[in-house]
């Protein structure tokens, strides 16, 4: 995934945080705001209790490539934050790509078929 597809300053995560809206599920929380531009952006959250860093970096690595993967079915013009929980240290990359797919039809953002 390019670097301008990301999601990377401080305050562009807070501005999503705080305006944005919030769907949730077991593995992680996913907030979505628009944009003006004429591409959808992601960013990644993983708190140091999550676990050491080649933990978060895959977790971080395997939510990148799901979303990669969909960036064709997923509305253009947001800013998508994803914040892992936990539990999503012993999730494989199958059930990553679900639980991604899921939030973001919650959050009206899907536009394509169900893709397992």
């Known amino acids: 995934m390019k670097k301008c597809f990301r999601l990377t300053k ?3 995560f807070m501005r999503v945080y705080k305006k944005g809206r919030r769907a949730g599920c077991p593995l992680f929380s996913m907030y979505a705001k628009e944009n003006q ?4 952006r992601l960013g990644i959250s993983v708190r140091k209790k999550t676990g050491k860093s080649v933990v978060r970096n895959r977790i ?3 939510i990148r490539e799901a979303f990669r993967t969909n960036m064709e079915n997923v509305k253009k013009g947001y800013d998508i934050v994803v914040s892992v929980k936990e539990d999503a240290r012993e999730a494989d ?3 990553i790509k679900r639980s991604l797919i899921y939030l973001l039809k919650k959050l009206n953002l899907w536009t ?3 893709v397992n």
């Not at 531009?37 to 959808?40: D, F, H, K, P």
């Open 10 to 12: 401080n305050f562009e």
């Open 37 to 40: 531009l004429g591409y959808s």
């Open 60 to 62: 971080k690595r395997r």
């Open 93 to 95: 990359f199958n059930e």
């Open 112 to 114: 394509g078929n169900d």
